[in-house]
């Protein structure tokens, strides 16, 4: 079936690429059929084009306005009946490698010496705690975070959280030259093989048999969201509004500041929900979807999803949302690997809608100038939620900007005695070889540039407000 649109010489290569995945021993027969698909798929040229004439700006209906949601009940008992429907699973796949750690990115510490994933459990717990209820956690995992993570969620034995593990697909990074799959090449490594994007959450809830049990259980919902969103907590108001309206899905939503013009949006297509992502517009289009004014929300990849849904969309073998090419190197070697982001399924799923939600709910943190913030006194810790401390006036959080000195988690923490207090900062710029005192205050506009192969320390509880200094002088 994959091959009906493919002409004479993308077939070939379909077959072809069939006989090499055959052999390939460390994948299951699901993945290499996925995979297949998805190549098969990638050379039809299916790629979605988007009118741009077509494009409607959604509706309140369809893009529902968070603080006009329904209020949740005093009544614990109802909340209860709630919270037991739901799943809470966290996309675990990626490394902290870009911040410069090893393993699995949800094991880095945030806060008080907690991780990502102590956070997580501690949210859960609470909830269960309070409610009776008994909301599981799922971990998505790829091959890159299995072993680890297996060995690190031990330690949450005692825990009243049931946490189940799954992995995403394992795909063969493609050789761009002969279209053969890397590791019939000889290449044995890790890094021969790829997880396809987070889309692929779907097919593996179903072939690793998680849907099927939850299924079982009387569970209706998962709330999916990337375990470094400290955002991303379960949240009563959105889970009612959801089974009171039968939506199969939600996708949250948020309103674009100057940072996220590269997000994904929400649009009315052809009368469906669809979301928009840049790589889908053509290039002269590209100013106007980053324009705030056309576009004013972005995808904050917070995802309420109805499990009967997902099993009646995967079986139907439905969900065929847009490739995303991605072409790497590896030894020199040119490869490319094909990927799906889950966000792109809102289509093919009944009455889906967006909610526009407050920003709090999407505080990812992708690098060390992120930890700055949620370490600093502009956030709270109270039973595993960071909360923004309401000291604060601006609804905008400051603009951080590290120099690469401060790029690996490792550096950041010896270079700062103690995390500055930025209640009043606007923006901060750090470059060159800079050392932060303990007790520092930073307020409005601070630049702070170290003279090459000059060391520049920042005394102890010296307080800098709308200075630039480029030496000691200025201090």
């Known amino acids: 079936m ?26 299951s027969e699901n993945e290499k ?22 494009i409607q700006t959604p509706t309140d209906k369809v893009v529902v306005p968070y603080d006009t949601l329904a209020p949740v009940s005093e009544d614990a008992a109802e909340t209860k009946s709630l919270l037991d429907k739901l799943v809470v699973l966290k996309l675990n796949g990626g490394l902290g490698t870009t911040m410069g750690c090893t393993g699995p990115k949800s094991v880095i510490e945030v806060r008080n010496g907690l991780t990502f994933l102590d956070l997580i459990v501690i949210q859960i717990e609470s909830l269960n705690k309070k409610y009776g209820c008994s909301v599981p956690l799922l971990l998505m995992n790829s091959f890159n975070t299995h072993d680890d993570t297996s060995k690190i969620i031990e330690k949450y034995a005692n825990s009243n959280i049931e946490i189940h593990t799954f992995n995403q697909s394992q795909y063969p990074r493609l050789v761009v030259e002969d279209f ?17 994007g987070h889309g692929d959450v779907f097919p593996s809830l179903k072939n690793s048999g998680k849907l099927d049990a939850l299924l079982s259980k009387g569970k209706e919902y998962v709330f999916v969201a990337n375990s ?68 004013k929300i972005f995808n904050t990849n917070n995802l309420w999803i109805n499990l009967q849904a997902i099993n009646r969309l995967v079986q139907a073998d439905s969900l065929k949302m847009e490739i995303i090419p991605n072409p790497k190197e590896v030894d020199g070697i040119k490869v490319l690997q094909l990927e799906t982001a889950a966000g792109a399924a809102i289509r093919f799923f009944d009455h889906a809608i967006g909610i526009n939600v407050p920003r709090s709910r999407f505080l990812p943190v992708k690098a060390t100038s992120d930890l700055l913030l949620v370490q600093s006194d502009l956030y709270t810790l109270n039973d595993g939620f960071v909360t923004r401390n309401p000291a ?31 209640i009043e900062l606007d923006s901060l710029k750090v470059a060159g070889d800079v050392w932060f005192g303990a ?37």
């Not at 000889?186 to 021969?192: E, L, R, V």
């Open 2 to 27: 994959a091959t009906a649109t493919l002409n004479a010489t993308d077939a070939e290569k379909i077959n072809k690429l069939k006989s090499d995945v055959a052999s390939l021993s460390q994948i």
């Open 33 to 54: 059929s996925g995979f297949i698909n998805l190549v098969a798929r990638y050379l039809s040229g299916e790629a979605q084009h988007v009118e741009w004439s077509k």
């Open 180 to 196: 053969k799959p890397l590791p019939s090449k000889g290449n044995t490594g890790k890094d021969a093989w790829y997880p396809p």
């Open 228 to 295: 470094d969103n400290l955002g991303a907590i379960v949240d009563l108001k959105i889970l009612k509004h959801l089974i009171n309206n039968k939506n199969e899905y939600c996708m949250e939503v948020t309103p674009k500041t100057l940072a996220d013009v590269k997000g994904g949006t929400l649009i009315s297509y052809e009368g469906k929900v669809q979301l928009l992502e840049i790589a889908q517009v053509a290039d002269e289009h590209v100013n106007e979807f980053k324009s705030i004014e056309k576009f």
């Open 392 to 422: 604060r006036a601006n609804p905008a959080n400051p603009s951080i900007d590290l120099g690469p000195e401060f790029k690996k988690v490792s550096n950041f923490l010896s270079r700062f005695k103690s995390i500055p207090s930025i």
């Open 439 to 475: 007790g520092v205050t930073l307020k409005g506009k601070v630049a702070i540039t170290a003279k090459s192969g000059a060391k520049l320390e920042i005394p102890d509880g010296k307080v800098i407000e709308n200075k630039e200094i480029n030496g000691p002088e200025d201090i």
